[in-house]
Structure formats: C-alpha cells, structure tokens
C-alpha cells in the first residue's frame, strides 16, 4: 500500500499541478493572441503535449489498479481504495481532451476568434485548469485548519468575505443612482465620474477614472462599462444597451439602480447558503478532527487493552477498528473528501464577492438553464415598455451577457422570432420559460399589460428560488447533526460496550 501512496502523492503534486497549469497558459495565450496568432510549431508542441498528459493519466490509473490488485483486498475494499483517485484521473485526461480539442482547432479558419462552442470550452479549461493547480492546497486544507486557532481564523476570514461583497454590492447601487442622476439631468458623466473618483478608495478609483477616459474617449455608456468589469452587474449592461437603443436610458438605469437596492438589501437580510456552507465546514473540520485523533490515538490503546485480556468483542466494535485501520493506513485517499466543503465554501465566496453574472462559469450555468430566466423576462419587459420589439432585448443579451450558454440560447431565440415564430414558444423551447409562463405570457400580451405580468413573473421566480435555498438550508442542518450524532453514537456505543463487559467480568 505504500507504492500506492507514492502514486497518489505522484498525481497530486506533479501531474494535477502540471495539468492545471498548462491548461491555463494554453487559455491564455489564446486570450492574448487569438488562435490565429499562434505559431504552427507550438501548435504542434500543444497537441504532443496533451497526448503525453492523457498516456501519463491513463498510465496512473494502470498502476493504482495493479497495486490494488496484487494487496488481494476484497472487491469493495478495492473499491473504495481506487474510486476518489480514479475520478481525479478521469477528470483530468477529460480536461487534456479538451485541451486536445483546442489546440488543434488553432490556425483553423480565417475568424479572429474561435467558434462560440469552443470559446466555451476554453472557459470550462480555465475554470477546471485553476482546480487541478489548486487539489494540492483543497486536499490539504483540512488539516491545516483542524487546529482550533486557526479554523477560528478561517470563520472570521469567511465574515470578512461576506462585508466586502456587501459593500461592493452597494458601490455597484450608488454608482447606478449617480448615472441615473446624471442621464435624467443632462449632466456630464465624465466629470461627474471623475469628481465621484476622488471620494473612493484608490483601487476602486483607479478603476472609476478608466472608466470615465473610456466615456471621454466617446463611446456609450454600455460599451465603456463592458470594457471595465466589475463596476455594475452584468445584466445591468443589457438593460442599459437596450436603453440607449431605444432612448429610453434615463428609464433603463433607474430601474437597475432600483433593482439593485433591492437586491442588496435582500442579500444583506438573507444569505442562507453562504451560512449553510461555513455551518458545514466548520461542523466537518471538528468531525474530521475528532474522528481522526480517536483513530489514530485512541483505538490502537483500546485495541491492545482488549487482546490482552482477551474479550471477545461485539461485531459493532469490530467494525470500528477495522474501519478505523483502514482509514489510517489509507488516510491519503480520503483527503479529497474531506476538501469538499472547502472547495463549495472557497466558489460561494468568489461568487458572492464578484456577482455571479460577473462571472464565467459554464459548468453551472449550462446544468441550470433558468438561472438567468428573471433578467431576460425584465430586459424585454423593458423592451415593450420601451415600444421597441423584444428582439433588442436578446440581442442585447447574445452580444453583452458573459455566460456562453445565455448568449447562445438568447441569438437562438432572437433568430427564431424573426424568422416568425412565437416569442414565448421559442423562450420555452430554449429553456427560459415554462410551458405554464408561456401560457401566461400568450394571455397577458392578448390583454395589453404584458410588462407588468413579466416583471412580476421575474420577482416571483426569485422568490421561489430564495425561498428553495431557505428550505433547504433549514432541511440540512438537522439533518447533519443527526448525521453527526449518529457516528459519535456508535463510536461510542462501539468503544465503551467491550469495557463495560470488562469491568463487569473482572468485577
């Protein structure tokens, strides 16, 4: 079992590490240079690299089933012993693929840019890139925040977090009223900007006078917020495009700024999967830890006290130290379990803090269609309103939205409409909308006050999603302090029952 260990050890700091880290200069030079500036050789260089990479993956997982097998365990224990590494090995050849893919698609065709589809493979490499660079750190994490101070450290660091994305939601909310003020009083936004720079923090005024030489330099104000990521939402920049196409830019940003108040006041009031991730971590850290000293100290000293007086134990007991042998001789394998809630707790802080239409993830959007549903139906509410068609609104989706899948699904309904099919059957066909909105959206657009209906169909598919995450938040945490005190439960019942049948023969 040690040269299994070695091989673990191998792929967590050397082939996961050069995996992610590759995988990130590929994106990135193709960031940089577009796939028609990359030079034919190192093309070539690319394509021999990820073969190697794949030969290296598919070499380990030869290896960690021929060391399984020749220790002759059972099949389940086999298992188990193979199962945490063969899913890491499969990922990452999956992502080598990938890269595979990409780099032979470089030099291809005259267009600057890659095809959309692979453009969105290049956002799934880099996010899967950074988790394979970072599996050293996750599966360690653990045990580094087992001690007490420090995982003290980690729950006020997750505090710290969580008002640092409160207060960046709420500069996103002022801006917005400035602008507002602004548009609706003919005012500048270049000095007004500028002069709004100089009472800010000096990163967040850095990026406030970027932004105010881009509307110097003349171009709109959707176009200049585009290129400066990070002062407004994402979705916002859709409403305001659709503003300015249809003059209506004064209407446009005060309903985003008020739309963004009342979202942070909501945030601030309600952070149900935030708390529910550091409740887990924090309550599996203490399991981890405890579990783990009770294993590693405790048991052996029991174990040996019980063959020297020769008790017969209970199969209960017999089962824990088994269990507890196994875990110890192979406590490598099981890191990757215990870095889980780290890694949740790890993305819902970088989510919570960036925004996360800010943020291109398109593993998660694309496996939840509807994540973006309210902010489409609200950007065409804006549009009728407007008395502009809703096509402005799906175009304006298709070329600002940063989620690959959003802006493909919103050209896709944008060219179906104008093709001459139903609006509401084309947003259901594309998994915007249900069969039962669509019904509904076909009813109000007959009786004239289709706006509000989309609007106040937009709030309450929030309400319905927020109120899902509450119950679930409320679900869990019972659920995993039964969870928990089942196992103290057994150990208990399973260290104690031998010596109290001890106590009682001697007696």
């Known amino acids: 079992m040690e040269l299994l260990g070695f091989i673990f050890c191998l792929a967590f700091f050397a082939y996961f590490p050069i995996a992610g880290i590759s995988s990130i200069l590929l994106t990135r030079r193709i960031k940089d240079f577009g796939h028609q500036g990359v030079n034919p050789l190192i093309r070539i260089w690319w394509k021999l690299f990820t073969l190697f990479m794949t030969f290296c993956g598919f070499g380990l997982i030869g290896l960690s089933f021929l ?72 599966v360690f994490l653990p045990i580094v925040i087992s001690f007490l101070p420090l995982l003290l450290a980690f729950i006020l660091l997750s505090s710290l977090i969580n008002i640092f994305s409160l207060n960046k939601r709420a500069n996103e909310s ?36 970027l932004f105010s030489s881009r509307l110097y330099s003349g171009v709109s104000l959707s176009t200049a917020l585009s290129e ?101 001789a192979n406590f490598f394998l099981f890191l990757p379990v215990f870095s889980i809630p780290f890694t949740l707790l790890i993305l819902i802080h ?13 593993f998660f959007t694309a496996w939840f269609p509807r994540l973006n549903t309210p902010d489409c139906l609200r950007q065409i509410a804006q549009s009728i309103t407007a008395q502009q068609s809703p096509q402005i609104a799906l175009s304006s989706n298709s070329q600002y939205h940063l989620w690959s899948d959003v802006k493909i699904r919103s050209k896709s309904v ?25 019904a509904l ?8 006050n289709l706006p509000e209906v989309l609007r106040s169909l937009a709030f309450s598919i929030e309400q319905r999603r927020n109120r899902k995450l509450r119950v679930l938040a409320d679900f869990l ?23 109290i049948q001890l106590i009682y023969d001697l007696s």
């Open 228 to 328: 400066t990521p990070g002062l407004v939402p994402q979705s916002t920049i859709v409403s305001i495009r659709i503003g300015e196409l249809s003059n209506t830019l004064g209407i446009a940003l005060r309903d985003a700024a008020v739309q963004t108040s009342k979202s942070l006041k909501n945030e601030s009031k309600d952070s149900s999967g935030t708390y529910l991730a550091v409740y887990v971590t924090v309550i599996g850290t203490l399991l981890f830890t405890i579990a783990g000293y009770i294993m590693y100290w405790i048991i052996p000293k029991f174990k040996k006290i019980f063959m020297d007086f020769e008790v017969d134990l209970p199969p209960m007991t017999l089962t824990v130290i088994n269990l507890s042998d196994f875990v110890i």
């Open 414 to 438: 944008e060219t179906r409409v104008n093709q001459g099919e139903n609006l509401w059957k084309s947003l259901q066909n594309a998994k915007f909308i249900s069969s039962s909105e669509a």
């Open 67 to 138: 060391v399984v097998l020749f220790n002759q365990q059972s099949s389940l224990g086999a298992l188990i012993l193979i199962l945490p590494s063969l899913i890491l090995y499969a990922v990452t050849i999956y992502q080598e693929y990938q890269c595979f893919q990409i780099a032979s698609a470089l030099n291809q065709g005259d267009e600057y840019e890659l095809p959309e589809p692979l453009q969105m493979k290049i956002q799934s490499i880099r996010i899967l890139g950074w988790i394979l660079l970072g599996l050293p750190l996750l």
């Open 174 to 209: 002022e801006l917005l009223w400035l602008l507002t003020v602004c548009v609706e009083k003919h005012l500048p936004l270049g000095p007004e900007i500028d002069a709004y720079a100089k009472t800010q923090p000096q990163k967040y005024r850095t990026k406030l006078e």
């Open 477 to 499: 945490k019972p659920v995993i302090v039964c969870s928990l005190g089942i196992v103290v439960g057994l150990f208990v019942i399973a260290l104690f029952v031998p010596i």
């Open 350 to 362: 970088i989510g919570n803090y960036y925004g996360w239409s800010n943020l291109r993830v398109p």
């Open 441 to 448: 959206c076909n009813t109000a657009e007959r009786l004239g």
